[in-house]
T-cell receptor
Framework: EAQVTQNPRYLITVTGKKLTVTCSQNMNHEYMSWYRQDPGLGLRQIYY???????DKGDVPEGYKVSRKEKRNFPLILESPSPNQTSLYFCASSSRSFTGPAFFGQGTRLTVV | DAKTTQPTSMDCAEGRAANLPCNHS???????VYWYRQIHSQGPQYIIHGLKNNETNEMASLIITEDRKSSTLILPHATLRDTAVYYCIVRSPTGTASKLTFGTGTRLQVTL
């Protein structure tokens, strides 16, 4: 089954403690992205990757890092999480074809206290 | 990417067709119209997309007006499981290929 898998689904952590949210896709997609969703602000893109070793900033990259060492994986790293990074996070992947649909993971609800 | 305008919310009786409108009056000739939905706080789900012709798949139909300034997503027989926020998105092929710009969407409530 074609899918994007995020882990963990829920995470509560403390300010400053480094964490990684993993994302993996099994569709051999070139493009992968991270979004965050906040009430009243909708979904906003954090980082994206157009292929292995190629990443770029989205609209709200501050406080986040990403890496793309393998095509299937695109982890999101918070080196020093802060409470304003409490949010619902989604990973997405899509093929090189512009018109191809994006597939989203089930989300990671992060709370930073 | 062109801006879209959607009603904030709509209701639909189960079994009836749900018609969700979207205005994209500033759309340019090479921009596609996409529809996604988000059920509760799950990941957004792709529904359908089109350029200028009407499109149909197993989930829905997309009707785009001849001037392409608006479109309608049709769920032919809405069920309770179709209750969700529906997003109409316009994408340019010259933009960042992986980026989707989500607006506030339409909250569709399907009732018995």
């Amino acid at each position: 089954e074609a899918q994007v898998t995020q882990n963990p689904r829920y995470l509560i952590t403390v300010t400053g403690k480094k964490l990684t949210v993993t994302c993996s896709q099994n569709m051999n997609h070139e493009y992968m992205s991270w979004y965050r969703q906040d009430p009243g602000l909708g979904l906003r893109q954090i980082y994206y990757s157009m292929n292995v070793e190629v990443t770029d900033k989205g609209d709200v990259p501050e406080g986040y890092k990403v890496s793309r060492k393998e095509k299937r994986n695109f982890p999101l790293i918070l080196e020093s999480p802060s409470p304003n990074q409490t949010s619902l996070y989604f990973c997405a992947s899509s093929s090189r074809s512009f018109t191809g649909p994006a597939f989203f993971g089930q989300g990671t609800r992060l709370t930073v206290v | 990417d062109a801006k879209t305008t959607q009603p904030t919310s709509m209701d639909c009786a189960e079994g009836r067709a749900a018609n969700l409108p979207c205005n994209h009056s500033t759309i340019s000739g090479n921009e596609y119209v996409y529809w996604y939905r988000q059920i509760h706080s799950q990941g957004p789900q792709y529904i359908i997309h089109g350029l200028k012709n009407n499109e149909t798949n197993e989930m829905a139909s997309l009707i785009i007006t001849e001037d392409r300034k608006s479109s309608t997503l049709i769920l032919p027989h809405a069920t309770l499981r179709d209750t969700a926020v529906y997003y109409c998105i316009v994408r340019s092929p010259t933009g960042t290929a992986s980026k989707l710009t989500f607006g506030t969407g339409t909250r569709l409530q399907v009732t018995l």
